[in-house]
C-alpha cells in the first residue's frame, strides 16, 4: 500500500495512438520529491531523453498532484506542470490552482504525463474508465475558457479541462496552460501542449486516497482555515497582489519602460486602490481556499478580468501604459490568447526600446501607446509581422537583432523578468540570478528579504545570500506539497509546521530537519536537469543593464549592483548550496537522492 494521499503511480499517454503506460512511483521517491515541482523534476529526469527539444513529440509533459490534494487543507487544490521550456531549453515548472487538480488527482494517479504528436488537434479523457484521444478540431482557435466550456458542455459537466489558447497553437515560446480562469503561466508550456496538437486535457474521477489520520488532519484543516483570515494574509483578501504596485513604485522598485527607470508617474491610475473603488466586481477565491484573493475588474465595454500585481506591472509601466482601460484590456487579451503577461509584456518592451533606439523598424511600436500593445498581443499569437519575432521572447529575439539588443534584453536563460527592480532589491537580484527556471519571483521569493527592512536593498551581502538561500528552501517544499505562498506568512516554524501536515496525511515520521533536507534535494535535482540540458555558470547571471548602469533613486541615492558584488554573491551561495565552485550540484543521482561518497 502506498502512504496515505498517494496512489503510488504516475499515468504516461501516448498522444500518438492513445496507447498508456503506468509508472510505479516507490514510497522512497515520494518521501524524497514529495509531489508537485520536486516529483516533477523526477519524472522528467526519468521519462524524458537528454537533449531532447521541448516542441520534439517525444518531450514530455507531465501534470504532477501532491499528496494533499483531495484532503480539507485550505489552498490543498494545486497541481504543477513540468516540462522542458521552449523558451529557455532548461527546466520549466509552473503551479496553478482549480477544480482541475482535484479532478486530476480522483482519476487514481499521482501525475498524468503527455508525449507523442497527434495526428490532428485532439482532446486527451482521462477517467476510471480508462483514456480516451478524442478529436478536438471544433475547438481548435477556441481561446482555453472557451475551450473548456465547450468540452464540459458537450461530454458533461464533470469534467474538469486544461486546455492552451491561439498562443498555443501556434507554438508561441511563451503561451500558458488555462483551467478555471487560471493559468499555468511561465516557460511556454502551452507551446509543449500544442506541440503535441493536445487543445486540452480533460479529466474526471472518484478514487479517494486514504489519509493516514483523518481526525488528525481534520483537525489541522481547521487551524490553518482559522489563521488563514489572520493578518498575514490580509492584504491579499482586501486588494489583492495588485496592492504591491504603488508599494514598490514609492520605493523605487517599480520596473518601468524595459527597466530603464523603477518609478512610474502613471503609477496611481493603475492601482489597487484607484481600480478598486472605480471597476471592481467581486472576489473570489480558488477551488479549496479560504484566502479569497483573486480581485475581478470590469473592462471598458464590459467584459472582466483578474488583475494581479505581474500582469499589471508587465502590461503596464513596463511598457510605460497608464491608461487603465488598456492595460485591463491586454491583460484580458493575453488570457484569452493564452500568453504568459510576464514574458509578452517584457518582450514588447524590449522590442519598444530596439524601435526608440532605431534597432528595429516598426514606427508604430512605441512605449506608452497601448493600442499599439494590443495590436503587438495579436501579432505574436497569429506569428505576423513583428509578432514573428517576439513569439520567440526576448533572449532569441535579441540574437536575431543583434547590435547589442541583449544587454538590455530584461530575462535570465530565457526567462522575462517580473516586477521587481534588481538594483533596489540586491537578495531578490540573487535570487533571479541563480534559479533553476530563469527570472523568476515565486521559485525564489527573496524579495521578502528586501522588503522586510532587516537589510540594506541595494547593496547586497552575505545576510542576503542566507536569506534568498531560505525563501528558496520553502519554496521547493511549498511547491511540493503544494500550499499556496500566500499562506507562507501564517507558519511560526514552517518545516516543522509542514512536517506536521505532511505525518497526518502520510503517516511518515518525517519532521522539520527532514524536510529541510528534502527542499535541498529539490534545488539541486532541479540543477542536476539543467546541467544534464546544457546549462553553464555563464546562465546564472543579471544581463548588462542592471550592472553597468545606475539609477538615480529619490531618495539622492544612487543604487548599482556592481558586477563584482553579483559575482561575490553568486560564489557565496555556492558555497552555502553544497554546490561546487562552478554552481555544479553534489546530488549525483535524481532518481535516488543519494550523495557523492568522499
Known amino acids: 500500500m502506498p502512504p496515505g494521499g498517494y496512489f503510488g503511480q504516475a499515468l504516461v499517454v501516448d498522444v500518438s495512438d492513445g496507447s498508456t503506460s503506468v509508472v510505479p512511483l516507490p514510497d522512497d521517491v515520494l518521501r524524497q520529491y514529495l509531489g508537485g515541482a520536486g516529483l516533477g523534476v523526477w519524472l522528467l529526469s526519468e521519462l524524458g531523453e537528454a537533449g531532447v527539444d521541448p516542441l520534439d513529440p517525444a518531450a514530455p509533459l507531465a501534470f504532477v498532484f501532491s499528496p494533499l490534494v483531495g484532503t480539507p487543507l485550505t489552498t490543498s487544490a494545486k497541481f504543477a506542470v513540468v516540462a522542458k521550456s521552449p523558451l529557455t531549453g532548461l527546466l520549466t515548472d509552473a503551479l496553478a490552482s482549480s477544480h482541475f487538480a482535484i479532478a486530476g488527482k480522483f482519476t487514481g494517479y499521482d501525475a498524468i504525463v503527455l508525449t507523442g504528436r497527434s495526428e490532428s488537434p485532439s482532446t486527451v479523457f482521462i477517467d476510471e474508465s480508462g483514456v480516451q484521444v478524442v478529436d478536438a478540431s471544433a475547438q481548435?482557435?477556441?481561446?482555453?475558457?472557451?475551450?473548456?466550456?465547450?468540452?464540459?458542455?458537450?461530454?458533461?459537466?464533470?469534467?474538469?479541462?486544461?486546455?492552451?489558447?491561439?498562443?498555443?497553437?501556434?507554438?508561441?515560446?511563451?503561451?500558458?496552460?488555462?483551467?478555471?480562469?487560471?493559468?499555468?503561466?511561465?516557460?511556454?508550456?502551452?507551446?509543449?501542449?500544442?506541440?503535441?496538437?493536445?487543445?486540452?486535457?480533460?479529466?474526471?474521477?472518484?478514487?479517494?486516497?486514504?489519509?493516514?489520520?483523518?481526525?488528525?488532519?481534520?483537525?489541522?484543516?481547521?487551524d490553518l482555515r482559522g489563521r488563514s483570515f489572520g493578518p498575514a494574509t490580509e492584504k491579499y483578501r482586501e486588494l489583492g497582489t495588485l496592492a504591491n504596485l504603488l508599494a514598490f513604485n514609492a520605493i523605487s522598485t517599480l520596473p518601468t519602460r524595459n527597466f530603464q527607470a523603477a518609478t512610474f508617474d502613471g503609477a496611481p491610475m493603475l492601482s489597487a486602490e484607484d481600480l478598486a473603488s472605480k471597476r471592481s466586481v467581486a472576489k473570489t477565491s480558488c477551488a479549496s481556499c479560504t484566502i479569497g484573493c483573486e480581485h475581478i475588474y470590469a473592462t471598458k465595454g464590459g467584459g472582466k478580468v483578474r488583475v494581479e500585481y505581474e500582469n499589471m506591472f508587465a502590461l503596464g509601466p513596463m511598457c510605460g501604459v497608464s491608461d487603465p482601460d488598456l492595460v485591463l484590456a491586454a491583460s484580458s487579451r493575453c488570457d484569452e490568447l493564452g500568453l504568459d503577461t510576464i514574458s509578452a509584456g517584457g518582450t514588447i518592451a524590449w522590442a519598444m526600446e530596439c524601435v526608440d533606439r532605431g534597432l528595429l523598424d516598426v514606427p508604430w511600436l512605441r512605449f506608452g501607446d497601448g493600442n499599439a500593445l494590443l495590436r503587438a498581443l495579436d501579432e505574436i499569437s497569429a506569428r505576423t509581422g513583428v509578432g514573428v519575432l517576439l513569439s520567440e521572447g526576448t533572449r532569441r529575439a535579441a540574437a536575431i537583432v543583434g547590435q547589442g539588443s541583449l544587454a538590455f534584453a530584461a530575462q535570465v536563460k530565457g526567462l522575462e523578468m517580473p516586477?521587481?527592480?534588481?538594483?533596489?532589491?540586491?537578495?531578490?537580484?540573487?535570487?533571479?540570478?541563480?534559479?533553476?527556471?530563469?527570472?523568476?519571483?515565486?521559485?525564489?521569493?527573496?524579495?521578502?528579504?528586501?522588503?522586510?527592512?532587516?537589510?540594506?536593498?541595494?547593496?547586497?551581502?552575505?545576510?542576503?545570500?542566507?536569506?534568498a538561500i531560505e525563501t528558496e528552501d520553502r519554496a521547493a517544499i511549498m511547491d511540493s506539497l503544494i500550499l499556496c505562498k500566500f499562506l507562507r506568512g501564517v507558519f511560526a516554524e514552517p518545516f516543522g509546521e509542514w512536517a506536521a501536515l505532511l505525518a497526518g496525511v502520510t503517516g511518515w515520521d518525517v519532521d522539520g530537519a527532514e524536510l529541510r533536507e528534502t527542499a535541498r534535494r529539490i534545488v539541486h535535482a532541479k540543477r542536476a536537469y539543467n546541467l544534464r540540458e546544457g546549462w553553464t555558470p555563464a546562465d546564472d547571471w543579471l544581463p548588462d543593464r542592471f550592472l553597468d548602469t545606475s539609477l538615480e533613486l529619490a531618495s539622492g541615492r544612487t543604487a548599482t549592483l556592481p558586477a563584482e558584488r553579483l559575482r561575490s554573491m553568486i560564489a557565496r551561495y555556492y558555497a552555502e548550496r553544497g554546490l561546487d565552485a562552478e554552481g555544479r550540484p553534489t546530488v549525483v543521482s535524481i532518481a535516488t537522492g543519494t550523495e557523492p561518497t568522499p
Open 140 to 222: 481548435w482557435g477556441m481561446s482555453a475558457g472557451d475551450a473548456e466550456e465547450s468540452i464540459r458542455a458537450s461530454y458533461g459537466r464533470n469534467w474538469r479541462a486544461a486546455s492552451i489558447g491561439p498562443a498555443g497553437e501556434a507554438l508561441v515560446r511563451y503561451a500558458t496552460i488555462s483551467h478555471d480562469g487560471r493559468h499555468a503561466g511561465r516557460g511556454g508550456l502551452g507551446a509543449v501542449m500544442g506541440s503535441k496538437n493536445v487543445k486540452a486535457l480533460a479529466v474526471k474521477g472518484r478514487k479517494r486516497v486514504s489519509l493516514h489520520d483523518k481526525d488528525r488532519v481534520l483537525a489541522a484543516a481547521k
Open 419 to 467: 516586477g521587481y527592480e534588481p538594483r533596489t532589491m540586491q537578495a531578490m537580484a540573487l535570487g533571479l540570478a541563480v534559479n533553476a527556471r530563469g527570472a523568476d519571483h515565486n521559485r525564489s521569493g527573496a524579495y521578502e528579504a528586501d522588503l522586510k527592512g532587516g537589510l540594506d536593498r541595494a547593496h547586497g551581502t552575505d545576510e542576503h545570500v542566507r536569506a
